[in-house]
Nanobody, 110 residues
Framework: VQLQASGGGLVQAGGSLRLSCAAS????????MYWYRQAPGKQRELVAG???????NYAESVKGRFTISRDNARNTVYLQMNSLKPEDTAVYYC?????WGQGTLVTVSS
């Protein structure tokens, strides 16, 4: 398994969650890492990305609320999600190169 995501769950609006994605060393060290999400009935969308050099980018809808980071010692990328809204409810996927994690469900109740 190249990517293993975890950390989803049920949280009330305004709450926080942290997602984790553990990667194989080769995948992690050579590639940018991304978080995508797919809400019911919607297309998958890019949430955030982090390059090998640490540069980041975010979807406008999550800027200022979500933070992506990478731990090079653990080959793991994180997505810290704060001030969660019901519209953040989705299955979240980590991705790198041609690989996708299995998805982790985030449900935000109003």
């Amino acid at each position: 398994v190249q990517l293993q995501a975890s950390g989803g769950g049920l949280v009330q609006a305004g709450g926080s969650l942290r997602l984790s994605c553990a990667a194989s060393e080769t995948v992690f060290s050579l590639n940018a890492m991304y978080w995508y999400r797919q809400a019911p009935g919607k297309q998958r969308e890019l949430v955030a990305g982090i390059f090998v050099d640490g540069r980041t980018n975010y979807a406008e809808s999550v800027k200022g609320r979500f933070t992506i980071s990478r731990d090079n010692a653990r080959n793991t990328v994180y997505l810290q999600m704060n001030s969660l809204k019901p519209e953040d409810t989705a299955v979240y996927y980590c991705a790198a190169y041609i690989y996708w994690g299995q998805g982790t469900l985030v449900t935000v109740s109003s």
